[in-house]
């Protein structure tokens, strides 16, 4: 739990930026995240760069997560044009390497050797596979979610786009771009779209 939680702490710095208040702009925000970057000192791979805003980020932030929803729609189709998918057009891997990375919370910190694979750290937002009792509710119950909504070519491309880049699906969304930010290289995500609709994966059971 402890590895769940060092992963869980470092996706969170990003998020830091987005509790100061949407109204407390200008100085205010520049005040706060002046201290956040004096409270963070960068070591190895965890640098300060984890601190910066993308667009994305910087409309959320400045409206509560709540951007008016044209601007949202575009910024969402624009997340999910930029979604790599693998060149053999197969999008289920083993789901049994998917359940380790989903208990995974392990990588990116300081003293972590840099480059793939890093753990998903799935459980800490997600209810998964039954057998494991310990898991936070961020994120929706993800038990059974393929014998819920099937396990068809669509199902398949939007499970792979979602854990991609969830923003392209709800531009304020709380979980992790785990593959536009480079944390689950292409074999990782195909295992973990197996974890959620192969009817062999306890998910399914
Ligand atoms: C920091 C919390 C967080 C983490 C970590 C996280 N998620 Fe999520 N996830 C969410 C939230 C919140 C939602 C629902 C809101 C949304 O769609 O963005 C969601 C939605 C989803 C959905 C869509 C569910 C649906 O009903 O369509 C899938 C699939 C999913 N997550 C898979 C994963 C997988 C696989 C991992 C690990 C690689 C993961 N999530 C890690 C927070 C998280």
Request: overall charge positive; hydrophobic content about 35%.
């Amino acid at each position: 739990m402890s590895k769940k939680i060092i992963l869980a702490t470092l996706v969170a710095v990003p998020f830091l930026t987005s509790t100061i208040p949407a109204h407390a702009d200008g100085a205010y925000r520049a005040k706060a995240i002046a201290v956040i970057k004096n409270d963070f000192q960068p070591r190895g791979q965890a640098d300060l760069d984890r601190l910066a805003e993308d667009g994305v980020h910087a409309i959320c932030n400045r409206t509560g997560n709540t951007p008016p929803e044209g601007i949202a729609k575009v910024l969402e189709a624009d997340q999910l044009a930029e979604v790599k998918y693998p060149a053999d057009g197969k999008l289920m891997g083993d789901w049994k390497a998917g359940e380790k990375l989903a208990q995974s919370g392990r990588g990116f910190t300081w003293s972590d050797k840099p480059g793939l694979p890093v753990g998903g750290n799935c459980y800490n937002c997600h209810q998964i596979s039954p057998k494991e009792k310990s898991f936070g509710t961020i994120g929706p119950s993800l038990y059974q979610f393929g014998k819920l909504r099937g396990n068809t070519a669509e199902i398949q491309k939007y499970v792979y786009s979602k854990i991609y880049n969830a923003k392209a699906f709800n531009l304020c969304s709380e979980m992790p771009r785990f593959g536009r930010v480079g944390a689950l290289g292409e074999k990782q995500i195909k295992d973990l779209v197996a974890l959620l609709l192969d009817p062999e994966s306890p998910v399914n059971k």
